[in-house]
């Protein structure tokens, strides 16, 4: 069942079949939910405020996805693949800021053969989709899902990138391992910076296990890491590196995940004080899935560690700058192509997550459907 989602929201992102005709279908992703909770701030001087949370979220799952495939005479496969996603729907959810707009979220084109599969466009990179283990896949507040765990509070710079302008490389399988590779060219013209970032990854995978380690390389971007809105930043580097396992026991699926996010180059101010120039973090997520007659019971675990801030050349801990999450719910098959959910989480950032001191606590009660078709 939730793989059919997997598959609906990534097909032929990594392999393209290599004999078919010319073929275009066009799929719909709605999914949003009834939701309930409350945020609480809490300043440094012990002063709160809370937010009663009602809304109906859409999470940025709305989208309308185009796939055409063909394969040409040399025996080469194409794939040309364009999303319309964020078709904002409600005041909640990841689309507020943009009600009722409309947004490209991937769009490449791929070419495959016995060499693998090049794509070249915009892509969700790989190191953020091998972390997308949540099985409503909506960004939701309160949640335990890996993806909302690697950024940097500090900086803002976020590992969850639909990169623009970029080629991928991903190679077919060898004995049960495959390699990914990806280059993505900045977009903000600057005489004195050059915009380029990398991934390069390695997954193997036998039977029920499958393990990657992937490393993500971005230099010269802005502190806050934009593509697109921000100047150009010389000498900065933000890197981040994960290893993943999944493992499939029949009655159990586990996926666990460990990474480290680090920054240099930066000047910025952060908790630790003006003069930052560079910023670290670990954190670490772990989700659990039971199967059941008709649907997934699911509950998850995620984390990020205290970050480390250098000034004036002296590295230390910022205490209160971490993040914990969790969250537990129920995912139903109705039919082949809509769900039902129910989904309780929190989250608490600290004191010091983000540069603005003030920790944040969430929870949130979610009744929602996705539909697939």
């Known amino acids: ?8 929201a990534v097909a032929g992102a990594f392999a393209v079949p290599s004999a078919m005709a010319a073929d275009l279908s066009v799929n719909l992703e709605w999914g949003q939910a009834l939701q309930f909770g409350e945020t609480t701030t809490t300043a440094a001087d ?11 979220a859409d999470a940025g799952r709305n989208r309308i996805k185009w796939n055409w495939t063909e394969t040409l005479d040399n025996g080469i496969g194409v794939h040309a693949y364009l999303v319309f996603g964020n078709l904002a729907t409600s005041n909640g959810g990841s ?7 409309v947004d490209i979220r991937n769009a490449f084109i791929a070419f495959s053969g016995d060499f693998g599969t090049i794509h070249l466009g915009t892509n969700e990179n790989f190191f953020e989709l091998d972390m997308l283990t949540d099985v409503t896949y909506g960004d939701y507040g ?12 500090q ?10 302008e970029s080629i991928w ?32 990854g390695l997954r193997y995978n036998a039977g ?51 990474w480290n996010m680090e920054q240099s180059g930066i000047n910025v101010t952060s908790t630790s004080g003006a003069g930052t120039t560079a910023v670290e973090a670990s954190g670490n997520g772990i989700q659990v899935e039971m199967p059941t007659a008709n649907g997934v019971i699911s509950a998850a675990v995620s984390s990020i560690g205290d970050q480390d801030a250098t000034v004036a050349g002296a590295s230390s801990a910022i205490i209160d700058s971490g993040r914990d999450s969790w969250d537990v719910g129920y995912l139903h098959n109705m ?28 929870d949130e009660l979610l009744f929602g459907w996705l539909l697939n078709y």
């Open 1 to 8: 069942m939730k793989k059919a989602i997997i598959a609906a």
């Open 46 to 56: 012990g002063t709160t405020t809370s937010t009663d949370i009602q809304s109906i």
């Open 95 to 101: 689309g507020a800021s943009n009600a009722g707009g």
């Open 142 to 153: 309160a949640t335990a899902d890996k993806i909302q765990h690697i950024n940097l509070g």
């Open 155 to 164: 900086t803002g710079f976020n590992f969850t990138r639909r990169d623009q």
């Open 169 to 200: 490389f991903h190679s077919k399988s060898m004995n049960g391992f495959d390699v990914r590779a990806a280059y993505i060219m900045g977009v903000n013209a600057d005489a004195n910076a050059d915009e380029v970032g990398m991934q390069i």
């Open 208 to 258: 029920p296990l499958t393990i990657s380690v992937n490393q993500a390389t971005y230099e010269d971007f802005n502190a806050a890491g934009a593509q697109t809105g921000g100047a150009a930043t010389a000498g900065t580097e933000a890197k981040a590196t994960s290893l993943n396992v999944t493992y499939d026991m029949g009655v159990l699926h586990i996926q666990a995940a460990i």
């Open 335 to 362: 039919s082949s192509e809509t769900y039902m959910f129910v989904r309780y989480g929190q989250r608490e950032d600290g004191l010091n997550f983000t540069s603005t001191a003030g920790s944040v606590e969430s």
